[in-house]
Protein backbone atom coordinates (compact mmCIF):
# COMPACT_ATOMS: atom_id res chain seq x y z
CA UNK A 1 0.00 0.00 0.00
CA UNK A 2 1.08 3.64 -0.85
CA UNK A 3 2.16 5.76 2.22
CA UNK A 4 0.19 8.93 2.65
CA UNK A 5 2.05 10.15 5.23
CA UNK A 6 4.32 13.32 4.51
CA UNK A 7 8.23 11.91 4.05
CA UNK A 8 10.33 12.45 7.32
CA UNK A 9 12.60 15.15 6.91
CA UNK A 10 16.36 15.48 8.10
CA UNK A 11 16.95 17.42 10.80
CA UNK A 12 17.20 21.17 9.49
CA UNK A 13 15.74 20.40 6.25
CA UNK A 14 13.29 22.56 4.35
CA UNK A 15 9.72 20.21 3.82
CA UNK A 16 10.05 22.60 0.47
CA UNK A 17 11.56 21.64 -2.44
CA UNK A 18 11.32 23.75 -5.39
CA UNK A 19 13.49 23.29 -8.53
CA UNK A 20 13.49 22.37 -12.08
CA UNK A 21 11.43 19.76 -11.43
CA UNK A 22 9.10 20.75 -9.58
CA UNK A 23 8.14 23.55 -11.76
CA UNK A 24 8.12 20.84 -14.77
CA UNK A 25 5.70 19.13 -12.60
CA UNK A 26 3.44 22.02 -11.26
CA UNK A 27 2.46 22.63 -14.76
CA UNK A 28 3.04 19.64 -15.75
CA UNK A 29 -1.33 19.13 -15.35
CA UNK A 30 -1.98 22.59 -17.71
CA UNK A 31 -2.41 20.74 -21.32
CA UNK A 32 -5.29 18.56 -19.77
CA UNK A 33 -6.80 21.49 -17.12
CA UNK A 34 -6.90 24.39 -18.93
CA UNK A 35 -8.65 23.46 -22.25
CA UNK A 36 -11.32 21.67 -19.77
CA UNK A 37 -11.70 24.72 -17.57
CA UNK A 38 -12.11 26.91 -20.63
CA UNK A 39 -14.60 24.42 -21.92
CA UNK A 40 -16.43 24.19 -18.78
CA UNK A 41 -16.46 28.15 -18.39
CA UNK A 42 -17.36 29.06 -22.25
CA UNK A 43 -19.77 26.12 -23.03
CA UNK A 44 -21.13 24.90 -19.85
CA UNK A 45 -21.80 28.50 -18.34
CA UNK A 46 -20.30 28.04 -15.03
CA UNK A 47 -17.96 30.89 -13.70
CA UNK A 48 -14.78 31.14 -13.67
CA UNK A 49 -14.52 30.95 -9.54
CA UNK A 50 -16.83 27.87 -9.89
CA UNK A 51 -14.07 26.32 -11.78
CA UNK A 52 -10.71 27.56 -10.93
CA UNK A 53 -10.86 28.14 -6.69
CA UNK A 54 -11.76 24.49 -6.32
CA UNK A 55 -9.19 22.74 -8.66
CA UNK A 56 -6.11 25.74 -6.91
CA UNK A 57 -7.28 25.10 -3.71
CA UNK A 58 -6.60 21.37 -3.75
CA UNK A 59 -3.68 21.41 -5.61
CA UNK A 60 -2.83 24.04 -2.69
CA UNK A 61 -3.91 21.93 0.04
CA UNK A 62 -2.78 18.87 -1.10
CA UNK A 63 0.36 20.13 -1.86
CA UNK A 64 0.74 21.45 2.23
CA UNK A 65 -0.22 18.31 3.90
CA UNK A 66 1.31 15.72 1.75
CA UNK A 67 4.57 17.53 0.38
CA UNK A 68 3.51 16.50 -3.35
CA UNK A 69 1.19 17.06 -6.20
CA UNK A 70 -1.91 15.07 -6.29
CA UNK A 71 -3.16 13.87 -9.31
CA UNK A 72 -7.00 14.89 -10.00
CA UNK A 73 -7.60 12.58 -12.44
CA UNK A 74 -11.92 12.04 -11.27
CA UNK A 75 -12.11 15.92 -11.79
CA UNK A 76 -10.84 15.62 -15.11
CA UNK A 77 -12.68 12.82 -16.19
CA UNK A 78 -16.01 13.97 -14.46
CA UNK A 79 -15.40 17.63 -16.26
CA UNK A 80 -14.87 16.02 -19.79
CA UNK A 81 -18.34 14.39 -19.26
CA UNK A 82 -20.13 17.71 -18.46
CA UNK A 83 -18.35 18.92 -21.45
CA UNK A 84 -19.38 16.17 -23.23
CA UNK A 85 -23.41 16.50 -22.16
CA UNK A 86 -23.63 20.39 -21.89
CA UNK A 87 -24.29 20.27 -18.03
CA UNK A 88 -24.32 23.14 -16.21
CA UNK A 89 -23.69 23.91 -12.71
CA UNK A 90 -26.74 22.92 -11.33
CA UNK A 91 -26.27 19.09 -12.83
CA UNK A 92 -22.32 19.17 -11.85
CA UNK A 93 -22.61 19.95 -8.40
CA UNK A 94 -24.69 16.42 -7.00
CA UNK A 95 -22.02 14.26 -8.71
CA UNK A 96 -19.43 16.42 -7.63
CA UNK A 97 -20.34 15.92 -3.99
CA UNK A 98 -20.38 12.47 -4.48
CA UNK A 99 -16.92 12.14 -5.97
CA UNK A 100 -15.87 14.05 -2.67
CA UNK A 101 -17.60 12.20 -0.42
CA UNK A 102 -16.12 9.06 -1.55
CA UNK A 103 -12.53 10.33 -2.19
CA UNK A 104 -13.15 11.38 1.87
CA UNK A 105 -14.03 7.70 3.13
CA UNK A 106 -11.04 6.24 0.80
CA UNK A 107 -8.84 8.44 2.85
CA UNK A 108 -10.32 7.49 6.16
CA UNK A 109 -10.21 3.73 5.30
CA UNK A 110 -6.46 3.90 3.96
CA UNK A 111 -5.99 5.80 7.68
CA UNK A 112 -7.54 3.10 9.60
CA UNK A 113 -5.70 0.52 8.27
CA UNK A 114 -2.08 3.06 8.78
CA UNK A 115 -3.27 3.12 12.39
CA UNK A 116 -4.22 -0.90 12.73
CA UNK A 117 -0.76 -1.69 11.53
CA UNK A 118 1.22 0.83 13.49
CA UNK A 119 -0.52 -1.09 16.27
CA UNK A 120 0.27 -4.53 15.60
CA UNK A 121 3.79 -3.70 15.21
Known amino acids: MV ?3 PPQLESGASPFRFDRAELAGAVGDLGVLVPIAV ?3 VKNGL ?3 AVLLPAGLLYVVAGLVYRLPVPVQPLKAFGAIAIAHGFGADDIAPPGNHIQQ ?3 EIGFVQ ?5 LS ?3 A
Do not use: F, G
Request: aromatic residues 0%.
Open 3 to 5: STA
Open 102 to 104: ALR
Open 118 to 120: LQR
Open 47 to 49: TPT
Open 111 to 115: RLDQN
Open 39 to 41: ALI
